[in-house]
């Protein structure tokens, strides 16, 4: 049995043997849905279900048009793709193999191909392949940014946003002093203030509304973005 596997039958490995390796590799070695922080069913189904009744109960439906930020293996896409008319479901990921993976064993009865959901990859915020949006969420990204490449989110997405798309999004709230230095990364995590969100969202074209606690397992706040 592979790392992989043991890593989603519940048996990590250590953190200090992986965490420095290539995105690639580390979910080889964590398995998809333990990379994406689904290390358990109730961390996986339960934040994709919680996201999924979450954007239902704001108002999204099955004829909007979706973004799904930093979509991963689809814990929440295996919901909200089912859900969704044909064709409104939109990924982003950086990784495909996340996505292949999700399409491969999260997703049953060929609705990965029925449903015509369509994916980006790269760690650029490229959004060129969607049309526009009417819901967006990035659950658990800004989590894992650098300030520099929350700018690049906001200013990218705002390229694509219309009057009237609402983006939701997530961020451990604190002061900072322990983020990691360097690049951004998926395996760890930064903390930030409201008030210097509120800062890039200005200088990038937006409108802030703290929603704050949505009852999330590891206490992350809920952000509504507007297009200003």
Not at 6 to 17: D, I, L, T, V
Not at 54 to 75: E, K, N, P, T, V
Not at 98 to 110: P, R
Not at 128 to 133: I, T
Request: glycine share 12%; hydrophobic share 35%; proline share 5%.
């Amino acid at each position: 049995m592979g790392a992989g596997s043991n890593a989603r039958a519940g048996k990590p490995p250590k953190r200090r043997k992986w965490i420095n390796k290539p995105a690639a590799e580390r979910i080889e070695v964590l398995g998809h849905r333990a990379f994406v922080g689904g290390t358990n069913a109730e961390t996986w189904y339960g934040i994709g279900k919680r996201q999924y009744h979450w954007l239902i109960s704001r108002g999204l439906r099955h004829d909007h048009r979706f973004l799904d930020i930093a979509c991963g293996s689809l814990r929440l896409g295996q919901f909200l793709i089912p859900y969704l008319d044909t064709g409104c479901y939109f990924g982003l990921e950086p990784e495909p193999s996340l996505v292949e993976k999700g399409l491969q064993d999260e997703l049953l009865f060929d609705l990965g191909t029925t449903k015509a959901p369509r994916f980006g990859h790269g760690y650029g915020f490229d959004f060129s392949f969607v049309d526009g949006y009417d819901f967006a969420i990035a659950q658990s990204l800004l989590t894992h940014l650098n300030v520099e490449d929350i700018t690049r989110l906001m200013t990218n997405l705002r390229g694509v946003s219309e009057p009237g798309s609402r983006f939701y999004f997530t961020f451990f709230e604190g002061d900072g002093t322990r983020n990691p230095k360097g690049p951004s990364h998926a395996n760890k995590s930064w903390h930030y203030r409201f008030a210097q969100l509120q800062e890039i969202a200005a200088d990038t074209g937006w409108s802030l509304e703290y929603i704050g606690d949505w009852k999330h397992k590891r206490g992350q706040k809920m952000v509504l973005a507007t297009p200003s």
